[in-house]
T-cell receptor
């Protein structure tokens, strides 16, 4: 069964450092997302990406965040200068249809900022 | 903005009993309502979904009901088993070109053997 894969599974970084989280969405999907989940809290939308551009972003997704699809398979989330409050589980998701279709989530990348 | 409220936050049932989790949504334009199960250390997995043109949907021991007028939807799990223990999230989405989901706060379900 096709799945969304994420790397790394866990990253520990110092405050102020840049972090890149990587995702390989399901191959025939066209819509890509990043969500985050702070420990014990709800899953929050960060950004959606379609046709090589951001289609929507939340208030959380400020100038410190960026996304990229550098080739035909990878989808990355970059945090330019990490803050303590960026510590969370980051989930990548992909979907075949943008308009209220099923989203498939990866297993997540846990980011710990010290 | 859009908001989804989910209750209860924790639910403990005996094996074999039923479990019900309820969600309300704020945006009447929402038309897609998935339920995700999240096991410890894993990503959310879709277990069932319902669209606004349907009032109820069932898949074996799991059912979802939708009341569009009241903007409520619920997950029903019958004959619960210990492996049903997990965190369950409801979500809502409205027609757009982004497919963004707004999640509820999650319900931790514990099924006691």
């Amino acid at each position: 069964e096709p799945e969304v894969t994420q790397t790394p599974s866990h990253q520990v970084t110092q405050m102020g450092q840049e972090v890149i989280l990587r995702c390989v969405p399901i191959s025939n999907h066209l819509y890509f997302y990043w969500y985050r989940q702070i420990l014990g809290q709800k899953v929050e939308f960060l950004v959606s990406f379609y046709n090589n551009e951001i289609s929507e972003k939340s208030e959380i997704f400020d100038d410190q965040f960026s996304v990229e699809r550098p080739d035909g398979s990878n989808f990355t989330l970059k945090i330019r200068s990490t803050k303590l409050e960026d510590s969370a589980m980051y989930f990548c998701a992909s979907g075949g249809q943008g308009t209220t279709g099923e989203l498939f989530f990866g297993e997540g990348s846990r980011l710990t900022v010290l | 903005g859009e908001n989804v409220e989910q209750h209860p936050s924790t639910l403990s049932v005996q094996e074999g009993d039923s479990a019900v989790i309820k969600c309300t949504y704020s945006d009447s334009a929402s038309n897609y309502f998935p339920w995700y199960k999240q096991e410890l250390g894993k990503g959310p997995q879709l277990i069932i979904d319902i669209r606004s043109n349907v009032g109820e949907k069932k898949d074996q021991r799991i059912a979802v009901t939708l009341n569009k007028t009241a903007k409520h939807f619920s997950l029903h799990i019958t004959e619960t088993q210990p492996e049903d223990s997990a965190v369950y999230f409801c979500a809502a989405s409205k027609p757009s070109n982004t497919g963004k989901l707004i999640f509820g706060q999650g319900t931790t379900l514990q099924v006691k053997p």
